[in-house]
Protein backbone atom coordinates (compact mmCIF):
# COMPACT_ATOMS: atom_id res chain seq x y z
CA UNK A 1 0.00 0.00 0.00
CA UNK A 2 1.66 3.31 -0.72
CA UNK A 3 1.86 6.44 1.23
CA UNK A 4 -1.02 7.94 -0.72
CA UNK A 5 -3.87 5.28 -0.17
CA UNK A 6 -3.36 5.74 3.83
CA UNK A 7 -5.98 7.45 4.98
CA UNK A 8 -4.88 10.30 7.17
CA UNK A 9 -7.23 9.26 10.27
CA UNK A 10 -4.22 6.58 10.67
CA UNK A 11 -1.64 9.12 11.90
CA UNK A 12 -3.72 12.04 12.82
CA UNK A 13 -5.61 10.25 15.59
CA UNK A 14 -2.20 10.51 17.89
CA UNK A 15 -0.98 13.47 16.23
CA UNK A 16 -4.19 15.47 16.23
CA UNK A 17 -6.46 13.97 18.73
CA UNK A 18 -4.13 12.74 21.15
CA UNK A 19 -1.41 15.00 21.34
CA UNK A 20 -3.80 17.95 20.90
CA UNK A 21 -5.66 17.00 24.30
CA UNK A 22 -2.76 16.10 26.59
CA UNK A 23 -1.89 19.74 25.33
CA UNK A 24 -4.79 20.83 26.37
CA UNK A 25 -4.90 19.22 29.64
CA UNK A 26 -3.64 20.78 32.64
CA UNK A 27 -1.63 17.87 34.78
CA UNK A 28 -0.28 21.00 37.10
CA UNK A 29 -1.53 18.99 40.03
CA UNK A 30 -0.65 15.84 39.33
CA UNK A 31 2.11 14.14 41.67
CA UNK A 32 5.15 12.66 39.99
CA UNK A 33 3.95 9.06 39.87
CA UNK A 34 0.45 10.54 38.25
CA UNK A 35 2.62 12.31 35.58
CA UNK A 36 4.51 9.09 34.74
CA UNK A 37 1.21 7.20 34.55
CA UNK A 38 -0.20 9.93 32.67
CA UNK A 39 2.75 9.66 30.49
CA UNK A 40 2.44 5.82 30.47
CA UNK A 41 -1.41 5.84 29.31
CA UNK A 42 0.27 8.21 26.55
CA UNK A 43 3.02 6.20 25.18
CA UNK A 44 0.37 2.61 25.32
CA UNK A 45 -2.17 4.86 23.06
CA UNK A 46 0.61 6.16 20.69
CA UNK A 47 2.63 3.09 20.32
CA UNK A 48 -1.29 1.16 19.14
CA UNK A 49 -0.22 3.62 15.84
CA UNK A 50 1.96 1.46 14.98
CA UNK A 51 -0.14 -1.84 14.00
CA UNK A 52 -2.84 0.17 12.53
CA UNK A 53 -2.49 -0.41 8.27
CA UNK A 54 -5.84 1.07 7.76
CA UNK A 55 -9.54 2.59 9.01
CA UNK A 56 -10.84 -0.87 10.26
CA UNK A 57 -7.49 -0.95 12.82
CA UNK A 58 -8.61 2.41 14.06
CA UNK A 59 -12.30 1.89 14.74
CA UNK A 60 -11.31 -1.50 16.52
CA UNK A 61 -8.78 0.26 18.57
CA UNK A 62 -11.66 2.89 19.27
CA UNK A 63 -14.15 0.26 20.01
CA UNK A 64 -12.26 -1.63 22.49
CA UNK A 65 -8.66 -0.70 23.24
CA UNK A 66 -9.72 2.49 23.92
CA UNK A 67 -11.96 1.98 26.85
CA UNK A 68 -9.95 -0.59 28.26
CA UNK A 69 -6.75 2.03 28.52
CA UNK A 70 -9.37 4.29 30.20
CA UNK A 71 -10.14 1.74 32.66
CA UNK A 72 -7.04 1.68 33.51
CA UNK A 73 -6.32 4.77 33.67
CA UNK A 74 -9.25 5.64 35.84
CA UNK A 75 -7.04 3.16 38.45
CA UNK A 76 -3.89 5.49 38.30
CA UNK A 77 -5.17 9.11 37.70
CA UNK A 78 -7.68 11.48 39.12
CA UNK A 79 -10.67 10.51 37.37
CA UNK A 80 -11.42 14.04 35.89
CA UNK A 81 -8.18 14.16 34.50
CA UNK A 82 -8.87 10.69 33.10
CA UNK A 83 -12.22 11.73 31.69
CA UNK A 84 -11.12 15.48 30.53
CA UNK A 85 -8.62 13.53 27.93
CA UNK A 86 -10.27 10.59 26.97
CA UNK A 87 -13.28 12.81 25.69
CA UNK A 88 -10.88 15.75 24.47
CA UNK A 89 -9.42 12.83 22.19
CA UNK A 90 -12.49 11.55 20.84
CA UNK A 91 -14.25 14.84 20.53
CA UNK A 92 -10.79 16.22 19.03
CA UNK A 93 -11.27 13.08 16.52
CA UNK A 94 -15.27 14.43 15.34
CA UNK A 95 -13.46 17.67 14.18
CA UNK A 96 -11.54 15.73 11.36
CA UNK A 97 -12.49 15.76 8.06
CA UNK A 98 -11.78 11.88 7.65
CA UNK A 99 -14.01 11.05 10.70
CA UNK A 100 -17.26 13.61 10.13
CA UNK A 101 -17.52 11.71 6.61
CA UNK A 102 -17.13 7.79 7.88
CA UNK A 103 -20.10 6.70 9.79
CA UNK A 104 -17.90 3.84 11.06
CA UNK A 105 -15.33 6.08 13.00
CA UNK A 106 -18.28 7.90 14.18
CA UNK A 107 -20.10 5.35 15.51
CA UNK A 108 -17.02 4.03 17.27
CA UNK A 109 -16.57 7.00 18.82
CA UNK A 110 -20.01 7.11 20.07
CA UNK A 111 -20.01 3.64 21.26
CA UNK A 112 -16.62 4.17 22.98
CA UNK A 113 -17.65 7.19 24.94
CA UNK A 114 -20.88 5.15 25.99
CA UNK A 115 -18.86 2.60 26.60
CA UNK A 116 -16.25 4.70 28.91
CA UNK A 117 -19.77 6.21 31.00
CA UNK A 118 -20.48 2.89 32.16
CA UNK A 119 -16.68 1.87 32.95
CA UNK A 120 -16.50 4.99 35.23
CA UNK A 121 -19.96 3.88 36.74
CA UNK A 122 -18.52 0.37 37.37
CA UNK A 123 -15.48 2.26 39.24
CA UNK A 124 -17.41 4.74 40.99
CA UNK A 125 -19.76 1.71 42.28
CA UNK A 126 -16.31 -0.12 42.98
CA UNK A 127 -14.44 2.53 44.93
CA UNK A 128 -17.23 2.80 47.50
CA UNK A 129 -16.62 -1.02 48.51
CA UNK A 130 -12.95 -0.37 48.60
CA UNK A 131 -12.63 2.96 50.53
CA UNK A 132 -12.44 2.32 54.27
CA UNK A 133 -15.21 3.63 56.48
CA UNK A 134 -14.68 3.75 60.23
CA UNK A 135 -17.29 2.29 62.18
CA UNK A 136 -20.09 4.22 64.27
Known sequence: MSVLNINPLIYR????????????LDDSRLSADERYSLETILSIIRQAEDGWKDVENVVKFISNELPKIYGEALERLPDKVVDELFEKVLNNCKDLDEVKTDPRVLSAIDNALESMRNIKKKFLEGSKTRIYEPSA
Do not use: D, I, M
Not at 13 to 24: G, K, M
Open 13 to 24: FVRYCLNRAYLE
